[in-house]
């Protein structure tokens, strides 16, 4: 299933094709699928593939069509805090993206047939945690996997705000899958051939909508053990109780990203190769202000206070005077790289979280807790 939207040739051409043809429709969905390169949780040789909005499988390990991501990230109109599960969470791509947008304090759980494929989706949150500058630039709710058939779900389990299926569903699991969901709660999966919304407005009421014609493998059905009875699947624990330590954690972080004055900045291809209307279009918008850099350390470093404790209209004045200066200088660059029209011009990433923990008065080991003990 696929083929809905040209390739890209790399991941943000490949986003600009899926908002052109409408499959991502708001700015959460975008900056999620944004952070996260596709292509990362593809094994390399085949990573040429990954911009292509096509399926792909190798073995157990499969990931979905762009376009119907695309539509299932839009249809669970996700929100911070909320609590997902995802059935048949395969190698944790669209699980990752999800937790982009739940944000530390909401739940992200996936069942997953295949613990090869486990496996794979852990090394792939690992990589993703320790080497994407986007898990920094977001607030992370990180994604719990088990191994289990997703028709083998303890009955005690707790509901989910938000719940999604990636393997055909029948009419006769339908109402298995109804009783995953809260009251409120929005249900997506693929019903017989079409990929299906789901919402539960009360406590015997659903609304339903048919998105698009889609084809999945279908459910595995559980295999009975001799005693005849399936094997149920635990989840994790729905909420678990943080340690003050962890909570600090999130709360500095959380604190320094927002007097962070925004978006980090992206990197940039090189080489002498034209660039397209398109690429040009997407270069201007992501590039980010110098004055982003400045804002967050003169905001978060505290300057000379006068004698009731504001800081001095002298070095306010020198400061906007600097930021001035900053944003011609900034806009004379860009203006100048707008008219060579024809060179690919590399923006040195910064991670202006990163810089600014290391910049802090602590002994190393406690910025390396707050930095996750990440690699760059």
Not at 35 to 46: G, S
Not at 262 to 275: A, F, M, V
Not at 289 to 313: E, H, V
């Amino acid at each position: 299933m696929g083929g809905a939207v040209s390739a890209g040739e790399d991941n943000d051409e490949l986003i600009d094709n899926l908002k052109e043809a409408q499959y991502i429709r708001s700015n959460l969905v975008e900056h999620a699928f944004r952070a996260i390169d596709r292509a990362d949780y593809y094994l390399e040789e085949f990573r040429d593939s990954a911009y292509k909005d096509l399926a792909w499988r190798h073995g157990n390990i499969h990931l979905s069509a762009p376009c119907i991501y695309s539509e299932v990230m839009e249809a669970l109109d996700l929100q911070p805090g909320l609590s997902f599960l995802n059935l048949g969470s395969g190698t944790g791509y669209l699980s990752t993206m999800v937790g982009l947008i739940l944000g530390p304090f909401g739940v992200n759980h996936g069942v997953e047939l295949h613990e090869d494929v486990i496996e794979y989706a852990y090394q792939k949150l690992d990589f993703f945690i320790k080497t994407n500058d986007s898990f920094d630039r977001f607030d992370f709710c990180e994604p719990s996997f088990v191994v289990g058939n997703c028709l083998e779900i303890a009955p005690e389990s707790r509901q989910y705000d938000r719940v999604y299926c990636g393997a055909g569903v029948q009419r006769e699991h339908e109402d298995y899958m109804k009783k995953l969901l809260k009251i409120g709660g929005i249900l997506v999966l693929p019903l017989e051939e079409k990929l299906t919304k789901i919402t539960r407005t009360g406590y015997n009421t659903w609304e339903t909508r048919k998105i698009i014609a889609v084809s999945f493998a279908p459910l595995v059905l559980p295999k009975h053990r001799e005693n005849g009875k399936p094997r149920a699947v635990s989840l994790p624990a729905m909420f678990e109780v943080r340690s003050l330590q962890d909570l600090s954690r999130i709360n500095i972080r959380h604190i320094l990203k927002k007097y962070g004055s925004g978006s980090l900045p992206q990197p940039r291809r090189t080489g002498l190769k034209r660039r397209s209307h398109r690429s040009q279009k997407r270069e201007h918008r992501d590039t980010p202000l110098l004055t982003n850099s400045y804002l967050f350390m003169s905001r978060l470093i505290p300057g000379p206070m006068d004698n009731n404790n504001n800081q001095s209209s002298t070095d306010n004045e020198d400061e906007d005077e600097d930021l001035r200066r900053v944003c011609e200088l900034e806009e004379k660059e860009e203006n100048e790289r707008r008219k060579e029209g024809s060179v690919l011009v590399m923006d040195t990433p910064v991670n202006l979280l990163r810089e600014r923990i290391l910049g802090l008065p602590l002994p190393e080991p406690l910025k390396m807790y707050l930095l996750y003990y990440r690699e760059k």
